[in-house]
């Protein structure tokens, strides 16, 4: 399934993956080959998802092996909160690659406040979704959240200001070019301070991604072919 899960059919997808998540574990633990994934992280008014889209329709186009899927914000806390089954997503990877995640957040999360438990939650579903591969991972802090995984391709998207201002204007129905631009700046400010909050990381440092790309530069197309090409380049498909 290349494009978001829609709700009606949320609960029967997340069944039928979490039985094939753990069908897979023995197979994982043994196997050396890929399990690639990619991250985007992305200023507001970029609009991710549209690329998401083509990104996994151009992989499932090309590739025979498993289909890749997108898991957005609004999905990852539908399978974070709804349906209360981080605890199982977990299980279905083997026992080393639990335990090396709990050393990673007792690391990371150390001497940290009580409410950064939340946090270790939805670190477990995505950390998890990135380990059994084939996902397209957007923003909640998934390029700090699969740190140290070995097939991860990590996705930066940017435009100029005056870009983003006329998609936000035409997506929303916004009017008022002041009311996009402090809306953007209200976004913008809320995604760092989400990425920054439990973790140290430099969300403007363009050494913090692999790629990083303009997309006021490019069609979603081109975008998507550049994005393919990084996982070619690194031997990930």
């Not at 083509?54 to 186009?61: C, D, R, Y």
């Not at 996902?135 to 699969?146: E, K, P």
Request: with cysteine.
């Amino acid at each position: 399934m290349s494009n978001p899960i829609k709700e009606s059919t949320l609960e029967r997808w997340i069944q039928n993956q979490m039985k094939v998540w753990e069908s897979e574990k023995k197979i994982i633990e043994k196997e050396e080959k890929p399990r690639p994934f990619i991250t985007i992280s992305r200023q507001y008014g970029c609009f991710a998802n549209d690329i998401a889209e083509e990104i996994a329709k151009a992989l499932n186009t090309t590739t025979t092996n498993n289909t890749w899927s997108i898991y957005d914000k609004n999905l990852i806390n539908k399978i974070e909160q709804q349906y209360n089954i981080s605890e199982k997503i977990v299980e279905t990877i083997d026992t080393r690659k639990r335990e090396e995640m709990s050393e990673l957040w007792r690391t990371m999360l150390a001497d940290l406040p009580p409410q950064a438990a939340v946090f270790q939650k939805l670190a477990n579903t995505i950390r998890t979704i990135a380990i059994h591969g084939n996902a397209i991972l957007i923003g909640r802090g998934s390029v700090v959240i699969t740190k140290g995984l070995r097939y991860g391709l990590h996705l930066r998207f940017v435009a100029p200001l005056q870009y983003r201002i006329q998609k936000v204007m035409e997506n929303q129905k916004i009017k008022d070019r002041l009311a996009a631009e402090k809306l953007i700046e209200e976004k913008d400010k809320q995604r760092h301070e989400f990425m920054t909050q439990y973790i140290k990381f430099n969300a403007y440092d363009p050494a913090s991604y692999d790629i990083t790309i303009n997309v006021a530069q490019f069609t979603k197309e081109q975008v998507a072919q550049i994005s393919i090409a990084g996982l070619k380049v690194r031997k990930l498909i």
